[in-house]
């Protein structure tokens, strides 16, 4: 049996029409009845938790969320992905949670920085993408030359699925190249209102134009796109309504469903018996009167029932699963059953880890969940010295969630955050103060980046003896290489060709 389960997630830099491309996506699933919900929604679930105020300030979303919603017998899990142009480590990780994505492009400025990042993301795990070119009710670039630009900067084989009928003032409609029909803009907002012409005349001057589209790139092949290698390209308007069904018809229909997941060695099938998933995200502190947290577990395989009990990979001990949440668009509400796919929320005090393995008989542990490279460092630096117990604790917990990477220096007492945004520094200092009321400061640190060390035990050893300036232990006591420049990391990688100095790690 195929699952009916597509669990994906949408992929843009900030403006590029994602919020609303989103809130589009959950109307046509009839998940929400008013357009401008999602934010409206999103700033009152803000509004209950104290730490986020930085992202009220700032107007944007730090953390990622869950919607689902159904259409023609599909299950739809889109793991929301912060916008902001300063990630963090949480977007990364949510994609390693999803099966698909869709890179929503602005017509007028093609593919932009975030984009390309989290396009590379998708990329490292082969995750097949979905081009929506939004805003063609706008003036924008040339189609062509949108297509080459993803093509050459992607290295991806692009093929158009449809094409806009001028773009701006020109824009007279979409051709979809399966069905032959155009759909037409109307009315004075000039949106798309669900009328679809068949046998649509194409005026003369884009009629060329046209058939240049439809001759001049591949076919769609499912298996390139499975791949990751093709990527359909949809043409549309998420604020006027364009290409929005085509879009989702697509992802019902070319969309993977569940994919097996690497445990070491083997590959975990959606179809095992057993109820496995692993942990992409913690949340906590959505009250901050309560310590509670919400673990997110995308489910890899079996049918989850309400009070199952499970085993954590970092515990080695069952905890039953009483109320676990599925992320309703409009509600958190309450999940009896869910299967591969499928994204629970399961409230717990921290015995719940990033990266840990959930499963009923605690014989399998999912690999492939990365830490990254932290690209910013930095050293903290308490102003109550007494304090030095909580900063530890405060910090292991927020590594424990994915906020930042810590790192603690074999010699000294100074103590290390990375981070890849800068947002994620401006996270820690506000949790620090409105949880743990610890006062800290951030300094900069003498290293630039940060490497795991692996290799055999020996060969550990023998560098730690001569570069124990430059070392530390992560949270979980594993070695890792403090360096000063990309080219200290060359150069320790020349020198021991035994180690190897990675910069994720995997957990
Ligand atoms: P996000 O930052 O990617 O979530 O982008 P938003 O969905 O908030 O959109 C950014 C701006 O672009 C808003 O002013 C939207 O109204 C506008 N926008 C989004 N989609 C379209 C579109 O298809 N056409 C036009 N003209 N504007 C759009």
Redesign the pocket.
Known sequence: MTSNRRTFAII???????????EKLLLQGGAIHLAGEV?ARGAARRARSDWMKIEQQRGISVTSSVMTFQKDGITFNLLDTP?HEDFSEDTYRTLTAVDSAIM?IDAAKGIEPQTRKLFEVCRLRSVPIITFV?????EGRDPFELLDEVADMLALDVSPQMWPIGMGGEFEGLLDFATETVSRPEGPSREFLGTRETDAAIPARFAEEIELARGGYPEFDLEAFRHGDLTPVYF?????N?GVEELIDAIARYAPPPRPQPAGEELISPERDEVTGFIFKVQANMDPNHRDRIAFMRQVSGTFKRGMKLVPSGLGKPIAVHSPILFFAQDRELADTAEAGDIIGIPNHGTLSVGDTLSEKNQIRFTGLPNFAPEILRRVQLKDPTKTKQLRKALDDLSEEGVIQVFYPEIGSQWIVGVVGQLQLEVLISRLEAEYKVEAVLEPSPFATARWIRGSEAAQRSFAEFNRPNLAKDRDGDLVFMAKSPWDVNYAAEKNPDLAFSATKER
Do not use: M
């Open positions: 843009s830099h900030p403006d590029a029409g994602k919020t609303t491309l989103t934010k916008g929503v939004n805003k063609v009710d706008r549309g308007s998420a604020l006027k364009f």
